[in-house]
């Protein structure tokens, strides 16, 4: 071989063995491991919280496995063969680029239980080909899954749901939740719930009646009953929820036609006048109509004349002249009814009725020549001559645009052919007053108004609550007073001289001699009020009147005050009234030196004085008072004027319906005709002892009344002196003389019967004359109840009792038959009475409302949430017990039975039983008065059905009730808000 060649040769094996010898002793190259990153979405929530886990990994060689694990627990792990990509449910997986890159999404449902919260921890793993591994964390926290709550309500009939069957209900759950938040039947819910329905629930327990995945529930009942359905939620979370609230569904007939009667709430208005020797008062309220009162000057005493109610809303009567005749006009919105008066008014003599338009409305009549129609209607004031001939004609009427828009208070005063007419203007704080003139017009042969003559303006500094002329010495002077007497603050009293306003400038009376500047204001309290202390009280003006001759003031004009004896040291307005005479004379106020503050009832106004007497009115109160005596006046009379109605009790009479109402100021009769409709307030008697002025904190809460007589319970709650006046009282119904006075026949006083409260009070009729009255009751600080029983004789009124049993639990009620027996449950046990002893008890038994009917004793009471039906023999034999499911617990407070009218199905007469219920829970939709059907039961024997219920639209509870039958069936129901509803029963 040549040398040329051999030498590269060696060189390449050189060069060979030099790499083989290199490489042997340098070792390979790691290769790198993959990245890998993990995504769960969300990375926090309420269990059971479903996340999407999104693994990405990327390799510098070939992957071999992958796989996911959450605390440990492998989910998914994957070979790695060769690229590929797969998609299934809540799942994919990629792999490409030669199986160096991947990407995983995947779903899973993390559940929490037994704690409030946990931290999960997801890891993703990659290996790749030469078995390098690489992991990645993430953490997600889920919280426990709280239970829902849920309330059923109805979603229609959105009105009360009541009607007979089939009734066909649509329900709806409103869903309270920490997951899927807040929804109802109307939203509807995307969250995976189901809901079970209990539609027709009884009080028994949970009877599925359908399952539905959205919260409503469409369901028709076919039998009556009250109802009330319930729903069951389960959530995602498994977790369970059911429905607390109570809703009833009424599958029975509604008795809808209620009416509240407001009358008993609202304070009457006070007008007075003098006709001939006497003083005629008129209380006026919105509703009742009117009360006459007679007051003989002689001998001061309240009388009640008369009542009557015209149309539905009276706004007051005043007193003038229809051509010559004395006339009392009755006034209404839109209209006018003119009655004649002489010693009373005669309300069946109706003389005319006039149709007229007004805000305000007075009769002044110019001695012997004319009376007009004077009224304010916005910014017009008219005076139209009443012509007894025609009414009055427009074409004579004085029609004048006020510079103001009219506003109360306001007066009128006539001098000889002038007519003063005085308003306060509302807003601006002043007072216009108007000059008129009389003019007689030949071309009409009457009297007219002209004018006005003149126009004055008067600022006073605070709004006028009462305006009155007056004359003096042959000066005009108007008395302002600026007081807020519904909240019982006095501000100041002006008085005008009316002179200095027609000669340019209208100024008021000068300083007087009891440091009064200008105005009646901050009188000197020591030396008029030596009743009241004087470091205590200042005194203010509240009200006055201007008599025309009261005895203190000799032959000198008087101003009798009504002030405010404001307590200084405890920052109270008006703690007490006083009345105190002032003189006016010679344009100045005096102290009257012959009398002294007399103090009052707060809230008073003075109506009427003469003499030493004057007539108060304190809202509740009508009151005479006797001023002659120098430190304290005496009470001559007084009256209520104002019922706070807590018991009921009635009779039907020639086909009238007479409806009495007893509570905190008397006993109100009302008459109500043939149709339901109120017709008149035919008397109102004050219950109180003879000479005893109770207040009203005395209260009749209990009564009975039928035509003969009325018998009412007074009571004051308390002991020892508190109850020194509480006793039964019992007045003839057939005297009217003495029911004007609210003169009784017999005053038994609780001491005489040694109790000191009555829970019951039962009259039964036995015949013409004779009556039985028990009344049960207990003593102060004693378990032990006492049951008398009294016979009545009101031939002549006697009364003896007859009997005397004790009880170690309290009656709760009592039934009779005419002439027989007396029934008693208690709240264990029933009880029949023959004569003085019991002649048997059924133990077990009692805590009902017993009512005598049609030969048979019914039991209504409560038991648990039903209402129970017993029926008994009159030798107290049970033969039948009826359970009626009402939902809540009822309360049963009052039971009437009757034959009725079949306003329902026209099928004739029907026995009904009337419940009334008194509801003790606040707005539980229980209605007041539920309505069953015994004909069946009486006729044949059949069960007693529930029939019909009154929509539970008023939150009250009946206190008692009254059936009539008139052309309608009706209910009286009296509620605990005192307020008196009539049902009419179709």
């Known amino acids: 071989m040549k040398k040329e060649i051999l030498i590269p040769l060696i060189a390449l094996l050189i060069l060979a063995v030099g790499i083989a010898v290199g490489l042997a002793l340098c070792p390979e190259k790691k290769a790198p491991a993959p990245e890998v990153s993990v995504f769960p979405s969300p990375t926090s929530g309420i269990s059971p919280l479903e996340i999407t886990i999104s693994v990405k990994i990327n390799s510098q060689i070939e992957l071999k496995s992958i796989s ?28 490409t680029g030669g199986r160096k890159f991947g990407d995983i999404n995947l779903s899973y449902l993390l559940v929490v239980t037994g704690a409030p919260a946990k931290i999960f921890k997801i890891k993703a793993e990659a290996t790749n080909s030469k078995g390098i591994k690489k992991d990645a964390l993430s953490e997600v926290i889920v919280y426990e899954n ?26 709806g759950a409103a869903v309270t939740d920490d997951k899927c938040g807040n929804f109802t039947a109307a939203q509807g819910t995307t969250c995976n719930f189901k809901f079970i329905w209990d539609a027709d629930n009884q009080g028994g327990d949970f009877t599925p009646d359908g399952e539905t995945n959205q919260p409503s529930f469409t369901f028709t009942y076919n039998s009556f009953g009250i109802y009330t359905p319930k729903v069951k939620v389960i959530d995602d979370g498994g977790n369970e929820c059911e429905s607390q609230n109570f809703v009833p569904v009424y599958v029975a007939r509604r008795i809808e ?35 006459e009162y007679t007051i003989n000057k002689s001998q001061p005493e309240l009388i009640l004349e008369s009542t009557k109610k015209i149309g539905e809303t009276n706004i007051g009567v005043d007193f003038g002249k229809y051509d010559s005749t004395p006339a009392i006009f009755y006034k209404t919105p839109g209209k006018i009814y003119v009655f004649p008066i002489s010693d009373r008014v005669n309300w069946g003599n109706k003389i005319t009725e006039i149709n007229l338009t007004y805000e305000e409305m007075r009769f002044l009549s110019f001695e012997n020549k004319v009376t007009f129609i004077a009224t304010f209607t916005g910014d017009v004031f008219s005076a139209c001559p009443l012509m007894p001939s025609a009414g009055f004609l427009g074409e004579v009427c004085l029609r004048y645009s006020l510079k103001y828009r009219f506003s109360s208070p306001y007066s009128f005063f006539i001098d000889g052919d002038n007519l003063l007419v005085a308003h306060y203007v509302s807003g601006y704080l002043k007072v216009v007053v108007y000059s ?57 009293t002006y008085i005008l001289d009316f002179s200095s306003c027609r000669t340019g400038n209208c100024s008021f009376v000068q300083r007087t001699n009891i440091s009064m500047e200008s105005v009646i204001s901050n009188i000197a309290r020591m030396e008029i009020c030596p009743t009241s202390e004087p470091s205590e009280f200042r005194a203010n003006i509240l009200d006055f009147l201007i008599p025309s001759d009261f005895a203190f003031c000799g032959n000198l004009k008087c101003i009798l005050s009504l002030l405010c004896l404001d307590d200084i040291t405890r920052g109270r307005k008006c703690a007490k009234n006083a009345v105190y005479p002032f003189i006016f004379s010679g344009g100045e106020v005096l102290k009257n030196l012959n009398a002294n503050c007399v103090e009052t009832e707060p809230q008073s106004n003075i109506v009427y004085a003469w003499g030493t007497t004057a007539v108060l009115s304190s809202k509740a109160f009508l009151s005479l008072y006797d ?8 009470i001559l009379d007084i009256d209520s004027l104002f019922l706070e109605p807590e018991s009921l009790s009635g009779y039907e009479k020639e086909g009238d319906f007479y409806v009495s109402l007893g509570g905190a100021g008397g006993v109100n009769i009302l008459k109500f005709n043939f149709d339901g409709n109120l017709s008149d307030l035919v008397s109102h008697i004050y219950v109180r002892p003879e000479g005893k002025f109770a207040d009203n904190t005395y209260s009749v809460k209990e009564h009975y009344l039928d035509d003969n007589i009325l018998v009412a319970v007074l009571e004051k709650p308390g002991c020892g002196e508190e109850w020194i006046f509480s006793g039964i009282i019992i007045y003839d119904m057939k005297n009217s003389d003495l029911l004007k006075r609210r003169k009784y026949k017999v005053y038994i006083p609780y001491s005489q019967i040694d109790i000191h409260s009555v829970s019951n009070l039962f009259v039964i009729k036995d015949s013409a004359f004779k009556y039985r009255m028990i009344v049960s009751g207990t003593k102060c600080q004693t378990t032990e109840y006492t049951t008398i029983t009294y016979e009545i004789d009101i031939s002549d009124f006697s009364v003896r009792e007859i009997g005397r049993i004790k009880f170690g639990e309290s009656p709760l009620s009592f039934e009779g038959i005419p002439g027989g027996e007396i029934f008693i449950s ?57 359970s009626f499911y009402v939902g809540v617990y009822p309360s049963v407070s009052s039971v009437k039975i009757a034959s009725a009218f079949d306003e329902f199905f026209g099928t004739g007469d029907i026995d009904l039983i009337f419940a009334g219920l008194s509801i003790p829970q606040i707005y539980s939709k229980v209605s007041a008065l539920m309505v069953f059907d015994a004909t069946e039961y009486i006729k044949f024997g059949r069960p007693i059905r529930f029939l019909g219920v009154v929509p539970a639209q008023f939150d009250i509870g009946a206190v008692d009730i009254l059936f009539f039958r008139g052309s309608k069936n009706m209910i009286f129901l009296l509620d605990f808000s005192k307020v008196l509803f009539r049902i009419f029963l179709k």
């Open 826 to 882: 208690s709240p264990k046990k029933i009880f029949l009475i023959d004569g003085n002893q019991v002649k048997k008890e059924l133990d077990e038994e009692g805590g009902g409302i017993l009512r005598f009917y049609k030969g048979l004793l019914y039991e209504v009471g409560s038991r648990g949430n039903y209402i129970s039906i017993k029926v008994f023999d009159t030798n107290l034999v049970k033969k039948d017990e009826f």
């Open 627 to 634: 001023f002659s005596a120098k430190t304290s006046s005496k």
């Open 68 to 95: 996911v694990s959450i605390d440990e627990k492998e989910i998914f792990s994957k070979d790695i063969s060769g690229d590929f990509s797969e998609t299934i449910t809540n799942f994919s997986i990629n792999i």
């Open 257 to 291: 036609k209620i009416n509240p009667l407001f009358f008993s709430n609202i304070f009457p208005s006070i007008q007075s006048f003098q006709l001939n020797d006497k003083i005629k008062v008129f209380s006026s309220q919105v509703d009742f109509g009117v009360s």
């Open 436 to 492: 008129f003139s009389l003019k007689f017009s030949s071309s009409y042969g009457i009297y007219i108004l002209e004018g006005p003559n003149e126009t004055y303006e008067v600022d006073v500094a605070y709004p006028s609550s009462h305006i009155e002329f007056f004359k003096e010495n042959g000066k005009i002077y108007i008395a302002i007073s600026s007081a807020d007497i519904n909240f019982s603050v006095a501000y100041r």
């Open 146 to 171: 709280k239970p829902c709550s849920v309330n059923i309500y109805i979603v229609s009939p959105q009105e009360t749901p009541i009607s007979p069957p089939p009734f066909p209900v649509q329900l």
